[in-house]
């Protein structure tokens, strides 16, 4: 969870504990992911309780995060009327509070974080109202920008991860030359993202907060302009690509190529070359260095012991072990810290000679770098279909590791 | 937004598992959805097209739309997603599509509709 949806949470939770919204009832959380993650931690703290997490993926039921329980969502229908409450920090928030409806929940739902803001099911004369706000805003924010960038191809990242730009940014180059567009602007959401971009070459950004970006990609869809394209596999709601994956299985470099760009298979990605010289580079023990990431705002963490396994074992071979981090994130024990330049990753890990990371955009970022890779993919489901994480994020190149339980570091 | 528009709208949802809007439909999805519609669909799915189009399928399956009405369909959706049990298949340039991945190779005709109606 980013930083942005994390003070929005708090502060949601805040107003309903000020509220005494949990005050008698029995606390529930749906569907098992990083958010919800974040959210049983922050609730732990507080004192709260949260007597299980409803979850429709089978594979997950029977398991446990900080022993909160992960049940089927049908678990719920035992509680007695009045008596429960849902807390949802999920994108498909609207989704997950129209199936426990339709089940027959009657008590209250609550959305954590706006996840997605193009979502609302309902047809009443309040909400088309508030969402025509929404239009209006956007509408305005675009012509904004289009008296900007006058005559620019407009391409709107709707998401602030790394991966999406990386895989965006290889592709784009094909399709802005078959369009015969010499002059694109990239609108991300947040600075990462805008230096993703300049990773593959000297393009306009403009960043966006999400709420502007989701009212602003939202104008684009009512305009139907021409001059703007949204490069995405699943967001926003009009887009259908991933709806593919109920049917068959196709790694998102796939749907990247093929479905958002409409580019024939086997299309050679461009790389992003534009690195620079990592600042403290003298600090790290040429080809006897590893950096390890294991911090990812959008995949579940993996646990202690993985890494301490790692850590353990490259130390014990003379190597120095530094954790990548950002912001308030510790280094892992054993550890120094590292906080490089997007542009000055791929250079600082050609110089230690290993990265080993959770399966991240960080990891897309670094896909093509000169030295050993591994990546560590936590052992779930994309999304709610029946392809494993490592199916649909396999990197070429690297050594793909998923970690279930009790996992055991082997390294040949 | 017409109430009554709306209203139809709301009505149509809570009757049908899936509604797919269809405004530029070829003959050929028209082809492979009436085959592909044939018995367990009944009642389940709903496809919405442009009454110009004379797709040959029967009311259980078909609903046609006067121009009025067809914009305000369009509008309405490319203001928010009001359910997830609507979607548009539009020729629309600016996203992606499912047909890319048939274009492409990566995907039948078949799979593609039978994708878009999961």
């Known amino acids: 969870m980013d930083k942005a949806h994390y003070e929005e949470m708090c502060e949601n939770l805040g107003n309903m504990f000020q509220n005494g919204v949990f005050s008698g009832k029995r606390l529930y959380l749906f569907g098992h992911c990083n958010a919800t993650e974040t959210l049983a931690d922050v609730l732990l703290e507080k004192g709260i309780s949260v007597c299980a997490i409803l979850d429709n993926n089978e594979k997950k039921q029977g398991s446990a995060y900080r022993n909160i329980p992960i049940t089927a969502p049908q678990t719920i229908l035992s509680e007695v009327s009045g008596s429960s409450l849902v807390c949802i920090a999920a994108r498909a928030y609207e989704a997950m509070a129209q199936q426990l409806k339709n089940m027959g929940y009657t008590d209250s739902i609550y959305k954590m974080v706006e996840y997605d803001s193009f979502a609302e099911y309902s047809l009443s004369e309040e909400t088309i109202k508030r969402k025509r706000e929404r239009l209006e805003r956007g509408i305005t924010r675009f012509n904004k920008l289009s008296e900007k960038y006058s005559g620019y191809m407009k391409i709107f990242c709707p998401f602030n991860a790394l991966g999406d730009i990386c895989f965006t940014m290889s592709y784009l180059p094909y399709f802005l030359a078959a369009r015969e567009i010499a002059e694109c602007v990239v609108c991300v959401i947040g600075q990462a993202c805008a230096q993703t971009v300049r990773l593959f ?29 949204i490069a995405h596999q699943d967001r926003p709601y009009v887009v259908n690509l991933h709806k593919a994956l109920y049917i068959k299985c196709i790694p998102l470099e796939q749907i990247y ?46 646990s202690n012991n993985v890494w301490e ?104 | 937004m017409e109430k009554e528009f709306t209203k139809n709208m709301q009505s149509i949802i809570r009757a049908y598992e899936k509604v797919l809007f269809l405004p530029y439909a070829s003959s050929e999805i028209v082809s492979m959805f009436r085959d592909y519609s044939k018995g367990c669909l009944k009642n389940k799915i709903l496809l919405l097209m442009k009454e110009e189009a004379d797709c040959g399928l029967n009311d259980i399956y078909c609903m046609y739309l006067n121009r009025h009405e067809y914009i305000d369909l369009k509008n309405l959706y490319h203001t928010y997603e009001f359910s997830n049990k609507f979607s548009i298949s539009s020729e629309d340039s600016n996203f992606g599509k499912i047909w890319n991945y048939v274009k492409t190779g990566l995907l039948t005709p078949e799979e593609a509709l039978a994708a878009l109606l999961y």
């Open chain 1, 201 to 229: 070459g000297d393009y306009p950004t403009e960043i966006f907060s999400q709420k502007e970006m989701d009212e602003t990609i939202q104008a684009v869809i009512y305009t139907e302009d021409k001059n703007s394209f």
């Open chain 1, 257 to 302: 190529c093929c479905g958002v760009f409409g580019l024939p298979k086997g299309t050679k990605p461009y790389k992003p070359t534009f690195c620079k010289t990592y600042e403290d580079m003298e600090k790290i023990p040429k080809g006897k260095s590893v950096i390890l990431a294991p911090y990812a705002k959008s995949v579940t963490a993996l």
């Open chain 1, 309 to 412: 396994q790692i850590v353990e074992y490259y130390i014990e071979r003379g190597y120095k072990c530094f954790t990548n981090v950002a912001g308030d994130e510790k280094p892992l024990p054993g550890t120094l810290s590292v906080s490089p330049k997007l542009a000055e990753v791929q250079p600082l890990v050609e110089h230690a000679s290993t990265f080993i990371g959770i399966r991240s955009g960080l990891c897309d970022v670094l896909r093509y770098a000169d030295c050993e890779k591994i990546a560590l993919y936590p052992d779930y489901n994309y999304c709610d279909t029946k392809w494993k994480a490592i199916d649909m994020y396999a990197l070429e190149g690297w050594e793909n590791i998923v970690v279930k339980d009790g996992f055991l570091w082997k390294k040949n």
